[in-house]
């Protein structure tokens, strides 16, 4: 039952992560297509580059959305099939697999040919109702990284290197769990991350070379200062 309960799980949080906000809120607005604009990339900050605060706005709001839909339509999927959800370890496990296909499909959505955004923000709203302390702990420190930096991808990328070492921390010393589980809740935690630093390999490889986006465009001195 556990597997059969597993897989509608997955299915409906993939279906669910397939809706790209960008991609809907761009479409209805502007008419035109996310992917063919900027970075090409369907997520928020793209969509803030290219159209500005509304459309960005409505944007998060449908990208946190999904993902904390995902994750009780999930919890109340194993909770009909008989299992006890109210146990915070049975909690998070199905949060976070929630959130991963939630992700995947943000990533590679079905409804516009498997070609999607980054997947950021989705990860993000799952913690919202999984892991509120982690959330609380992670979105200032990408906030900070990003400021410092002036690059939204720095602080993506560091903000997931920091949050399977969270995860562990927070669980294993704060939150009373025990040592297997708070291993099996990083190791679910690291999965997400080495897919988001994964589709991030653009963005790493245009930081390398000094053409990455930054976030707040500076003038360029000219040569008589």
């Known amino acids: 039952m556990i597997i059969l309960a597993g897989v509608i799980s997955a299915v409906i949080s993939y279906l669910l992560g397939s809706c790209n906000s960008s991609i809907i809120v761009v479409r209805l607005l502007k008419r035109e297509d996310i992917r063919k604009k900027g970075s090409k990339s369907a997520g928020l900050t793209n969509t803030f580059r290219c159209y500005g605060k509304i459309p960005a706005l409505l944007t998060l709001i449908g990208d946190l959305a999904k993902?904390?839909?995902a994750v009780l339509l999930s919890v109340l999927v194993f909770r009909l099939f008989g299992f006890d959800v109210s146990e915070p370890f049975t909690y998070k496990w199905i949060g976070y697999i929630s959130g991963f296909f939630a992700i995947i499909g943000h990533i590679f959505p079905v409804y516009y040919g498997f070609k999607g955004g980054k997947g950021v923000l989705?990860?993000?709203s799952i913690l919202i109702i999984i892991d509120p302390l982690t959330f609380a702990i992670i979105i200032p420190f990408f906030l900070v990284i990003t400021l410092i930096t002036n690059y939204v991808s720095v602080g993506s990328i560091t903000a997931a290197v920091l949050y399977p070492v969270l995860t562990f921390m927070l669980n294993y010393f704060f939150q009373d769990l025990t040592l297997l589980q708070s291993l099996i809740l990083t190791g679910l935690?690291?999965?997400?991350s080495i897919l988001l630093i994964y589709m991030h390999k653009a963005n790493i490889a245009r930081l390398k070379n000094g053409t990455e986006n930054k976030l707040i465009k500076t003038k360029?001195?000219?040569d008589n200062g």
């Open 67 to 69: 993902g904390v839909i």
């Open 122 to 124: 989705v990860s993000s």
């Open 220 to 222: 360029e001195k000219n």
């Open 189 to 192: 935690v690291a999965l997400t």
